[in-house]
């Protein structure tokens, strides 16, 4: 057990009070400094990640959603200032990330020591942070669930957004024809991440698709879910592999929060049987969910290597201060940028 002297003893934070819009139901305020409870640390926030999650928290739309009041911010990046009893290889003054889920908007947060993951001197935060989920997500439903090979061709759904920049980047890399949709007005954005930009509201998404991938292409990245994963599922080339990652799509109400999400389990289900019974032409469909853990240390410390490398550019949309956190969550909402925002504190 050990703590950093020059660790102050206020602690200025964000606070989701309600439902509603951002700019009244996010607010901040400070309480005092956490300590650290047997088996956490307490770390000091360099960067924090704003993310869609945070958008479905606010919408009372997360299939796990928190109760109100509480501090969101699903990872951060920063340094230990204090061990508690019983953790073991982590020291004050270590650079950590964490995927805490909720808590990473303040600028002390208790971490249990278990999900941390050690993160380069070097490394901007902001870059660091914007690799913990969104990055671990990418890298995880390419390398770990799709298994492509070179050349293969791949639909990427959302390539503007957090996720959708890091997973075409990641799949460029790998040797994939990416064809990724976005609105129309960040078409160039996806072009230049080295991907063929198609419009996301077209309604025969399947059928534009068939002309750079007469056979269909080898996977699907969707994030909207209900019908669309229909359409996802007509795009697959035989053998191919739908991952479906969220259920964000429109039209329902504050508190239905698990509703949007039973179309793509029902279709996850129905395939799976399916593909058992020899019905799919070797299709798939699958769902994925990001977990901390032995795979996810592994992954976040390759994301690390390959910015290193130059071969990963993660998109900041925008660097806020605490209190500018309802600007940044009004910028997921209203897709009004490219890449990650990321909080200050
Ligand atoms: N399963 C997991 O473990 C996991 C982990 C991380 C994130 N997620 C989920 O992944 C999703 C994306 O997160 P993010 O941080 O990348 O969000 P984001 O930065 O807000 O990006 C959302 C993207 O979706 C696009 N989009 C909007 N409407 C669409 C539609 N109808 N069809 C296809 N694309 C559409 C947006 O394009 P425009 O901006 O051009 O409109 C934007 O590129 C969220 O639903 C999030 O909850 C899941």
Redesign the pocket.
Known sequence: MSVDTTATAVNPRVVMTASGEPETCIVTGQESRPTARPGKVVVRVEAAGV???E??MLQHL?PFPPRFPFVPG?DLVGRIVETGPGVTGWSVGDRVAAMPRQGAWQEYVEVPAKILAPVPAHLDAAVAVSLI??G??AYQ?LHRLARLAPGDTVLV?????????LLTQLAVHHGLRVLG??????HDAVRELGAEPLD??DPDLAGTVRGPAPDGVRAVF???GGR?LDAGWAMLADGGVLVS??????GYRPGQWFRPHVPALRRTVVRWAARLLGLTRGRRQT?????PGEHFNADLAELYRLVDEGVLRPEI?GRHALHEAPAAVRA?LD???????VLIP
Request: positive net charge; proline residues 2%.
């Open positions: 993310s869609y999650a958008v479905q997360h699903y989920t969104n671990v997500t439903m759904h959302g390539a503007s957004g957090g996720v959708g920049t949709t976005a609105s129309p007005a960040k996301y509201r969707d994030h909207i669309g990652f969220d259920s964000s799509v429109a769902m994925y969910y990001v977990k949309a997921l897709g009004t940028t490219v890449g990650k925002h």
